[in-house]
Each structure stands twice: as structure tokens, then as C-alpha cells.
């Protein structure tokens, strides 16, 4: 079936400093990935929709320059946090779907600690 | 915006035990997703459903797409100890590659 990879699992990072998370599609092309930011206890927010070779979609509330995304290929979307603070801290899930008409799969997503 | 409330938010059941669960909207969808959440991990599929009234298995998994488009249920049966984590539905239109969560059930088994 269909693989979503996202690395790294967990970081810990200061705060000021910037962090990349990558998604990768393994065994297929994604020219859409979806990025979720899920809270403790809560369900999953749909941050911004990547798009390859072209801008991503934000959702309201969220600060495009904050959370910059990049989707260079079929198989690859990163998200980079810039100037983490301690709010940002979070679960960062990935998502992708093999065609138009097919359910989302998602990545084992990633524990962001700003300290 | 589009909200699933899905209820009940938690349930303690013994092993063996049959669990129901269910989600429902304020607008309709064209096609209702189940999935199922471990601690750390993302979202796994289970069940999707693209017609209304249309019931489907899994396993020991049943889920069933509301009549009204606004609601779908997902049933287990014969609980097992890693039917534990978090089940969350989620809703999708046609033409709209977002999803929309819902609130998600967290299932515990008590030994």
C-alpha cells in the first residue's frame, strides 16, 4: 500500500531556531501533501496544503512565513518552522494520496519540543 | 467552519466486548474516512465510505454512511488489546482534497 515517510520522528530545538520535517511518498507521486499540526488530546488541524512546483495553501490562522513550505518533486514536501517558540510545539503529521479519487495516507509524523 | 463531533470522547470496555461509536456533521459529505491513531504515530486508515447508506467491513470493523450524509457509525467487534488509541472519523466533498477530523474517541481495554 501506499507509504508515507516523514523524518525526522522527534526534535528538540531552541527557541529562535528553525527546523525542517520532510515528507516523503515512497512508492508513489504526490504532487498535493498535506500538513497537520495536532495538539495533545486534540484532533488534527489541517495547516496548509503543499503543492509541487507551486505555492503552497495556508489555512486560515496559519502564518505562511512562519511555517514555510517547499515541495520541489512528486516525492518531497518539507515544512521548516522558523524562529520556533515554545507554542510551536507540537505534532507535525504529513499526508498524501496516490490519486485524486483515494483516501489520505499519513506519515508517522513528528514531535516538535521547543525548549 | 465544518466541525465532526464524534461521540462518545472516551470509552473504557473490557476485552471480548463489542464497541460502537459515531460521527456527525452539520453539513454533509460526499465520502466518510475511519481511521485509527496509536500514541506517536499518524493516523491509519481502516474504512472508507463513498455512498450514502453503504455498509462496510473491515475485519472486525463495520462502518456504515449515514442516510443523511451527515453522520456515519464504526463498530468493532470482539475487542482485542491493540484495538486501543484514538479513532477519528473524517469527512470529504467531492472536488475538495481536505479532509475535515473529527473529534476522535479514545478507546481504553480494561484488563
Known amino acids: 500500500g501506499a507509504v508515507v515517510s516523514q523524518h525526522p520522528s522527534w526534535v528538540i530545538c531552541k527557541s529562535g531556531t528553525s527546523v525542517k520535517i520532510e515528507c516523503r511518498s515512497l512508492d508513489f507521486q504526490a504532487t498535493t501533501m498535506f500538513w497537520y499540526r495536532q495538539f495533545p488530546k486534540q484532533s488534527l488541524m489541517l495547516m496548509a496544503t503543499?503543492?509541487?512546483?507551486?505555492?503552497?495553501?495556508?489555512e486560515q490562522g496559519v502564518e505562511k512565513d512562519k511555517f514555510l513550505i517547499n515541495h520541489a518533486s512528486l516525492t518531497l514536501s518539507t515544512l521548516t518552522v522558523t524562529s520556533a517558540h515554545p507554542e510551536d510545539s507540537s505534532f507535525y503529521i504529513c499526508s498524501a494520496r496516490v490519486g485524486s479519487n483515494s483516501p489520505l495516507h499519513f506519515g508517522n509524523g513528528t514531535r516538535l519540543t521547543v525548549t | 467552519g465544518q466541525q465532526l463531533n464524534q461521540s462518545p470522547q472516551s470509552m473504557f470496555i473490557q476485552e471480548g466486548e463489542d464497541v460502537s461509536m459515531n460521527c456527525t456533521s452539520s453539513?454533509?459529505?460526499?465520502?466518510w474516512l475511519w481511521y485509527k491513531q496509536d500514541p506517536g504515530e499518524g493516523p491509519v486508515l481502516l474504512i472508507a465510505?463513498?455512498?450514502?447508506?453503504e455498509l462496510t467491513s473491515n475485519g472486525r470493523l463495520t462502518a456504515q454512511f449515514g442516510i443523511t450524509r451527515k453522520d456515519s457509525f464504526l463498530n468493532i467487534s470482539a475487542s482485542i488489546p491493540s484495538d486501543v488509541g484514538i479513532y477519528f472519523c473524517a469527512g470529504q466533498n467531492f472536488g475538495n482534497e481536505k479532509l475535515t477530523f473529527g473529534t476522535g474517541t479514545r478507546l481504553t481495554i480494561i484488563p
Open positions: 503543499s503543492n509541487e512546483g507551486s505555492k503552497a495553501t495556508y
Open positions: 465510505l463513498y455512498k450514502a447508506g
Open positions: 453539513s454533509i459529505f460526499n465520502t
